[in-house]
């Protein structure tokens, strides 16, 4: 019989202590990647003072509303329009009340008057003539957005009705806020919605980065922060899709509506956000479009950009009066992928607009890579727009990806098409392609061709020749090579060649890609908004999994 000794006995006991410990240590991380993460409305603590943003002086001529002086360096509130220069706005915070996020109460609330710093041409809601022309003078209240004398003020009414934009606004008095967090860190979320005492009500959620484009993404979300209740009003830059889409869980039997201020790849995140989370009901997507291309946002009858002078009101009168239609999504299985011989796990992506390979794959890839790139310091859209130009007449002479025939193999619906001598192969389910292009449409046969829809549950390929091809597509002066239309698409890629799904580009390594109907949600999923002046679309309820989106 064998005996341990006193020190084996110590290191055996030190030994299994440290195996039991590390064993519960990996079940308490397998526990916390496996829960569901938990998301959170974030809201502001007004008491501890305005939401300043500097005034540009070159652009707007501000008063303080403390020492009533001309503002030459100064700052505003972008939630309630408070106005102060750099030496009062500490006195501001202590003096002048910010525009509430809750509030209690049951059914209604005061105006919240501001004096002075009107904007132009605002006319007096009691005796109708024009007010606010001289220095700090008048009030207007940042709930209704109604302008008042100060002598005719006393005949306003006293309760505030939220003005005609009232179905898009959180009430402060039906939201409950509530501390959470760690000594140190904690702060205020959303934590209860009840509903308001009129209808309709479909409040909307704002999304943008601030940190998008020329400044712009900042202006739009200073802007509704001014009309709606701030909380209502997300930043990318700061949060994800997720947390603003928890409004949908707050107002639970509400339709909420959903405003995107950004380009094709941040309404993709958004939607993918919503599929993620399984709202219902379904939010009502729109689109303000602030990116290069804006396909999606073109198609849907938002408009091709969104620049220069915010006009909150016009935006919102757009959106009430926009109606829903369908929105096919597909899902790409990339399998079978092989780098240096090393089998790669296979994933799944959702396309909403377009999906290719070749050469504009390479354009896009080329750019996206200098925009990344810390050198890259000033975005603009001509900017973008001249780097496309010279991607793609660089690739003119050196054509990286000639004979791309060569190396994939394609079927539609199961059936083997022979290709001709090819750069690009392009995948589409809406009519918009390349920053406005309509390729199925053009040329002389087009009239006689099924006119590609968004929601018949079908896709269209087409080829492209080169990079001239694309310019000559560009100015329609030419057509792409149709090359035909299914409900499934198989690529097999035997090597490596440039890839996008929706602006998203990567090298792709040899692969089986498989395009098919992403049907695992119900008919009800996606809502996105349709103006007037857009195409009409006929709406085919036959498929199931179709996502709602707005046009605009």
């Known amino acids: 019989m064998w005996l341990l000794t006193y020190e084996e006995m110590a290191t055996t006991y030190q030994v299994s202590l440290f195996a039991g410990a590390f ?50 360096d100064g700052w505003y509130c972008d939630s309630c329009g408070v106005c102060a220069d750099h030496g009062c706005f500490r006195k501001a915070d202590k003096g002048i009340s910010c525009k509430f996020l809750s509030r209690a109460g049951n059914s209604s609330i005061k105006h919240h008057w501001v004096k002075g710093n009107l904007p132009l041409g605002s006319i007096c809601d009691v005796c109708e003539g024009e007010c606010g022309f001289q220095a700090l003078t008048d009030f207007r209240c940042c709930w209704c957005q109604r302008t008042v004398h100060t002598c005719c003020q006393p005949m306003m009414a006293k309760i505030c009705d939220f003005g005609r934009f ?16 760690w000594k140190g860190r904690r702060h205020l979320v959303v934590s209860e919605v009840r509903l308001p005492n009129f209808r309709p009500w479909c409040p909307l959620i704002v999304f943008a980065n601030a940190k998008s484009g020329n400044n712009e993404g900042d202006l739009i979300l200073r802007a ?9 009003v997300i930043d990318l830059h700061d949060l994800p899709p997720e947390s603003g889409l928890e409004w949908c869980h707050l107002v639970p039997d509400q339709t909420c509506r959903v405003l995107v201020a950004g380009g094709d790849g941040t309404v993709g995140w958004v939607l993918n956000a919503i599929q993620k989370l399984k709202l219902f009901p ?26 220069g002078h915010i006009d909150v009101k016009c935006i919102l009168d757009q959106i009430a009066s926009s109606t829903c239609v369908k929105l096919d999504r597909w899902k790409i299985k990339l399998s079978s992928e092989r780098h ?28 996206h890579k200098t925009r990344e790139s810390k050198f890259y310091l000033y975005s603009s859209r001509l900017l973008n727009k001249f780097l496309y130009l010279s991607y793609g007449t660089k690739d003119i ?65 087409i ?46 390594h040899p692969a089986d890609i498989t395009v098919t109907y992403n049907a695992t949600l119900s008919t009800k999923e996606y809502s996105v908004v349709e103006d007037s002046s857009a195409d009409n679309y006929q709406v085919d309820s036959r498929f199931e999994g179709i996502y709602y989106i707005g046009i605009g």
């Open 397 to 461: 002479l050196e054509r990286e990806c000639k004979n791309l025939h060569q190396k994939l193999e394609l079927q539609l619906d199961g059936k083997s098409v022979n290709l001709p001598e090819l750069e690009a192969i392009v995948i589409l389910n809406i009519p918009s392609w390349g920053a406005g292009v309509r390729p199925w449409q053009m040329g002389s046969r087009a009239s006689e061709l099924q006119p590609l829809r968004f929601n018949d549950g079908i896709l269209e390929v």
């Open 282 to 307: 379904q939010p009502q997507v729109c689109i303000l479009p602030l990116g290069t291309g804006n396909d999606l946002s073109r198609v849907l009858g938002w408009g091709d950009c969104y620049s």
């Open 23 to 72: 064993m519960v240590l990996a079940l308490v991380v397998w526990r916390i990647s496996r829960r569901q993460r938990h998301y959170e409305v974030p809201a502001r603590d007004i008491r501890k003072g305005h939401r300043w943003c500097q005034v540009d002086i070159l652009s707007h001529t501000a008063y303080c509303n403390v020492c009533e002086g001309l503002i030459v």
């Open 463 to 508: 080829g492209i020749y080169s990079s001239f091809h694309i310019a000559q597509l560009q100015v329609g002066l030419s057509e792409p090579l149709r090359l035909g239309r299914a409900k499934e698409i198989k690529l097999c890629l035997h090597e490596k060649v440039p890839m996008q799904v929706d602006g998203e580009p990567w090298e792709q």
């Open 166 to 181: 009232k179905s898009f606004i959180v009430p402060p008095y039906c939201v409950r806020l509530k501390l959470v967090g």
């Open 340 to 367: 240096l011989g090393i089998p790669i796990p296979s994933r799944e992506i959702l396309m909403n607009n377009y999906a290719s390979v070749g050469v504009d794959a390479l354009v896009t890839l080329n750019f």
């Open 224 to 232: 509704f922060r001014g009309i709606l209740n701030t909380s209502q």
